[in-house]
Structures are given as structure tokens and as C-alpha cells.
């Protein structure tokens, strides 16, 4: 069965071999074919990867450190010198293969190497493969502020494969299982549902990856550029994504994306609740789901003013205020929700008790 | 008489006082106003800026040092970083004031911050009104390699100014006219000819710019990434490209842009007579306006291996061949013409004799 996604001018192919990349390539008539890797998934994927490749004999790898705290502008720089060292022109063809760091990363160096050379984003976990593989965002950090430099660009195609999840460990499973959750929570409570007893067992997971493909890829093809409807994907983010940069910079094993954003969405569930009409029901449902799922955090409201200060330089804001997505109920999401830092910070506290219940 | 130009989706207006700019800015509705100027500009441009928006009283400057040099992503990441500290948000507007460091870098920084924020050229040096103000172009430097990082991103609007040509010394005139006389020599005649007796007298500058950014809009509007025709665009950026990155680097009063194009012209011409059939009257023509305008630079054969080097890395390569527009006529150009290192070696040596003729 064919079951692969339309997006944005591109297909998103779901083939545990990548049976078609071959055929991609040859059609593309490149001059070059540079390959973005990690010391991961070196190791790992590029076999699965070169297995499909029976054809290309000549390639270019370039290997960046895995781990979101190198996904700066240092190593970007790296990215991009290496590209020059081995003479690549406008013609040649990126295929990032690995996590988001991977794929943001080496789409935003694509995007930006003499002005634009085409990539194929091949996404090996399984968060990148239901939160990077539409939607053309590139970006790299800044700091400790997330994708803040980044383009819109979309790639030339997107490969799915459910053998690199076989190469996961429980966290990054976990971290990625938080986007599946999210994608239920704002868009499809059967997915939700599904999500309370998924135990990871691979049918299941290639039908959960292809649903949240599916369902992201309809919210932003209304939306490319996230002037509307698409903020609802960053429901768990404006909370998430601080504690996420703050994170990176004071642990020294710091959380991962999903487990963050897990945080995220106690948060913003508990303010959907309070200010946008989220029965007392439904939250417990999602806390519920979250907590026996994701570890307790460990922070204390010391930290809160530097957490609303990292809000402040989310993508989402307008004029200062702080924009959310929130839930109408399990399924609903609605968008530019301009929320005060006091009910922020009583979410915070939400997130903490909870976590013990 | 409004003698406005359409570019792609935007206006370049062509005012002398920047008329039409505070209506532009109030029908944006706009969160914020960031003016990005150079040291010069700041003194020398911003007031006329300030006259034209009475009725805006807050706005952030960022500053950055005026040069080729500083045009790089150590500068670019301060500008970015500067965006932060400021409280940009995605509804914020750029304003470019200065000339190819500041519209090209500003439009890159712009184009990449939160993946993209509403920027303004208002380019105040005759090269960047005749070159930079329409193509969507941004880009920075990375080492001595030009603008090889950038987007193809459309400004919402651009204002040239003839008042800002006031502000320019001989040198800066002369640098932004080598893109002038390009105009004529790739695509109009009658320009050339007048070029070969302008005085720089004001009127007569008015309509040459005006006809310069006429000419580029007809070529970027048929081929606005850079896939055929826009590439003659590029007659004398191969060679002149290189001659200016290694002087970036080598002198410690570097070649402005438009000194190197017209070396970079000269050999190209010659090229074109030997390969394209550019007529020997026509590359006399050639060689002597830009001899009797510009002053000889000098260097010999030992870094002709640099140069050639340098031109590797230029954009429009493919395959590792050297890609050139070259002329067939004055008024006509050609593109994707691959030409042979020794040809680009006599190339040179016929710049360094005739300069002397």
C-alpha cells in the first residue's frame, strides 16, 4: 500500500527501506551529493541509507556532534565551511539524515549556502519524524533561545522510515511520543486515546507516526507560514520551550525536546482550563497520561522570572504579550490566547504538585 | 511624475524627500520599527529618514561598523542578538538605511529572524540603488568568500533617494557607476554611451540610476532565483568577485566593489572577444572607459592561482567548470559560458597591460 503524504510541493515517503530515494536522486540530475550525519547516526543509519543506494558511489559526509545544544550558529558555520571544502555547488543535494538538530540544522544550511541548494530531510527518531518532516522549518538556537534564526524552506522530499526507530533508546521514544500526544490534544482525541495505551510495538507506532505526519501536514498546508491556524501546533511550547532553554543551560544532562514540551502541556492544559474552557475532566486525563508516562522535573518558583523572561522572546509574541495555543477540550485548540505572567506562574505551580500526585 | 518601478510584489519608489515612506510604514501596522545604519549613515542619512517619518517617535538603531569587511556573520549574529535585546517581535519592520553592507546583511538578518520579519531597503550609496535595491538578494561574506551565505527574500518596499548621493565622496560615486556601465554593456547600448561622458551632475544621475534599476528589474522579474537569464547579471563578478576577496584580505585599503567589477570587466571583455565574439572595437571601447575613469591596481601572476582559486567557490560554477557571462556585443550578454583556466590567466595579464596602454 502507497500511503505516502502530499505536502507542500514535495512527497513525504513512508518506506522502511527507502525504496524510492534512489529513483529521487536520478531524476534530480545533482552534481553532488553531501550527506549531513551525527556520530549516531553514522553509525546507525547511513547503512540503512547506503543500502538504498546500490547507485551512488560518490558522496560527501559531514558530521556534526548530536545534541540540541549544538544546534548553534558555531556549528552551522562549521556546516557551511565544510560544504565549500568540498566544492559544493548550487547544484549539489543535501540529505540530512538524523534527528532535529540534523534536520534544522542542515535545512537552515541548505537553505542559506549560496542562497539555497536543495535538501531531502530524512528524519531517524521518532520526533523529528512526526514534528520535523513537514512544515519547512529550518532554524538553529541562539543562545539559549530556540530556533530563533531559521527560514521557511521546504525540502525536496521526506523520507519515513520505521527501521531507525529500532535504533532509539526508551527516552528518545518517550520524547518523541510527546509530539504524537500533542498532535491528539489539539486536532484528533482518537489519537489521544490510542496514545493511553501505546506500548511502542512497531504496527502501531508506523500507524501513530503516519496519523501525526498526516494531521501536522493538514494544519500547515492551510497555514505555511503560521500567520493563523498553525500556531495551534505550538500548544506545550511557549512554556516548553523555555524550560527547555533553560534547561540546556544550567543541566548537565538536560531535557530532552518532548520532555519539555510533556511539561509544556501540564502547564498550558492547566491554563487552557482556567481561561479557555477546558473542562476539570480533561485535564486530569492529560495530566494523568503525562505523569505516568514522563519523570518529575525538579525546579522551584526561583527560576519563574527567568522562565517568563525566555517566553518573552518567543516567536508567537506580538507587542510584548505572551501568545498561546490553548485547548477548548481534548481534540480543540484554539490560538493568539494573550495570557498574564501571574496565571504563568500558577501553572508553574500546577506542574509541580502534579507531578507528585 | 511618479516614475515608480514594480518589482516582485513590492514598489521601488524613487523620492527624493522618502514621501510615501510614513504612509508605507502606518498601513503596515507594524509592532515595532528597527533602522539598521552604519556609522556614516547614522550621521549623514538617518536625519533624512527622520524627516520623512514625523509622526514616528519610537524606533531602536543598530548599529554596525561601515565596510565590505564587517560584512560577515560575526556581524550578522550582533545585529541578530541586537533584534533580541530590542524585543523584536514577528511583526517588527526593518528598515536598511546605508549602502551593500547594511541592505544586504539587513535583509539577510531580517529575512532569518523568526524565520522572517518585514524589512524595508533604503539603500543609500549609488552602487546599492543601482545593484542591491531590487532582486531580493541578502547575503554575507563567510572568510574572503562573497556573499556566499544568503536567501532570495523580496523587501516590501524600497526608496531611493538622490539625496543620499550627496553624502558620497568620488571614490564611493565611482564604485557604485562600474555597475552602472555593466547595465549598459549587458543589456543597453545607448547607456554605455552615456556613461562614457557623465559628469555626475544630478539630473542626468537621476535618470541613470532610474534606468539602471529599470534594466535589472527586466532581467530579475523574468528569472528571479538565478536559473538562466538573471546570470548576466553577473558579467565582470568572476574574476572582479575574486580580485575583491583577495583584497579584502591582502590590502589594507581594500578594492571597493564596483573598482573590482570594472578589473573584473575588463578581463571578462576580453574573454568575451576571444570566445563570444565581442568585436576588437568593442573591447577597445570597453577597456578605454574604464581606463580613463579607474585608477590601475596592482598586482602580477604570483596570485593568479589565489584568484582562480577564489573563482571555484563562486556561485554560478557547476561541476568545478568557471561560469562567465561574457558579451557578443555592447548591449548583449550571454550566460553560462565555461571557460578554461589559461584563458582567465591571459585574461589578467591583458588587464595588467592595458591598464598602462
Not at 503524504?5 to 540530475?29: H, W
Not at 519539555?260 to 494523568?288: F, P, Q, R, T
Amino acid at each position: 500500500m502507497n500511503n505516502n503524504i502530499t505536502s507542500l510541493g514535495y512527497t513525504v515517503f513512508f518506506e522502511k527501506e527507502l525504496e524510492s530515494l534512489q529513483e529521487f536522486i536520478n531524476k534530480g540530475n545533482y552534481s553532488q551529493i553531501l550527506i549531513l550525519v551525527d556520530r549516531n547516526t553514522n553509525d546507525h543509519c547511513l547503512p540503512v541509507l547506503q543500502a538504498a543506494l546500490p547507485e551512488l558511489v560518490d558522496y560527501d559526509i559531514i558530521e556534526v556532534d548530536p545534541g540540541e545544544e549544538n544546534k548553534n550558529i558555531d556549528f552551522c558555520i562549521g556546516v557551511w565551511n565544510t560544504m565549500l571544502d568540498f566544492g559544493a555547488d548550487r547544484k549539489a543535494l543535501m540529505l540530512n539524515l538524523g534527528g532535529g538538530v540534523v534536520t534544522d540544522m542542515g535545512g537552515f544550511a541548505a537553505s542559506t549556502f549560496k542562497r539555497g541548494i536543495d535538501f531531502v530531510q530524512i528524519p531517524t527518531t521518532l520526533l523529528s519524524q512526526v514534528d520535523a518532516s513537514v512544515g519547512g522549518k529550518t532554524g538553529i538556537d541562539l543562545g539559549n533561545l530556540k530556533n530563533i534564526i531559521g527560514t521557511f524552506t521546504q525540502p525536496k522530499a521526506v523520507f519515513i522510515s520505521s527501521a531507525f526507530l529500532q535504533t532509539l533508546d526508551a527516552r528518545q521514544m518517550r520524547s518523541g511520543f510527546a509530539e504524537v500526544i500533542k498532535h491528539g490534544l489539539i486536532f484528533d482525541k482518537d489519537l489521544f486515546e490510542q496514545c493511553k495505551t501505546l506500548d511502542y510495538e512497531e504496527d502501531e507506532l508506523d500507524a501513530i507516526v503516519h496519523r501525526s505526519v498526516a494531521i501536522k501536514n493538514e494544519v500547515i498546508t492551510q497555514d505555511p507560514t503560521e500567520k493563523g491556524l498553525r500556531k495551534i501546533l505550538n500548544f506545550g511550547h511557549t512554556i516548553g520551550h523555555a524550560i527547555e532553554g533553560h534547561s540546556l543551560v544550567t543541566d548537565s544532562n538536560p531535557l530532552l525536546h518532548g520532555e519539555a514540551i510533556a511539561i509544556g502541556m501540564i502547564c498550558e492544559a492547566y491554563i487552557s482550563h482556567k481561561v479557555n474552557g477546558l473542562s476539570i475532566e480533561a485535564l486530569g486525563e492529560i495530566v494523568s497520561l503525562f505523569t505516568s508516562r514522563y519523570e518529575r522535573y525538579e525546579f522551584d518558583a526561583s527560576i519563574y522570572a527567568t522562565l517568563i523572561d525566555l517566553m518573552r522572546n518567543d516567536k508567537k509574541n506580538e507587542q510584548q504579550k505572551l501568545g498561546f495555543a490553548l485547548l477548548s477540550a481534548i481534540g480543540t485548540c484554539d490560538y493568539d490566547r494573550f495570557v498574564e505572567e501571574d496565571l504563568i506562574k500558577e501553572s508553574l505551580d500546577f506542574y509541580l504538585a502534579s507531578a507528585v500526585l
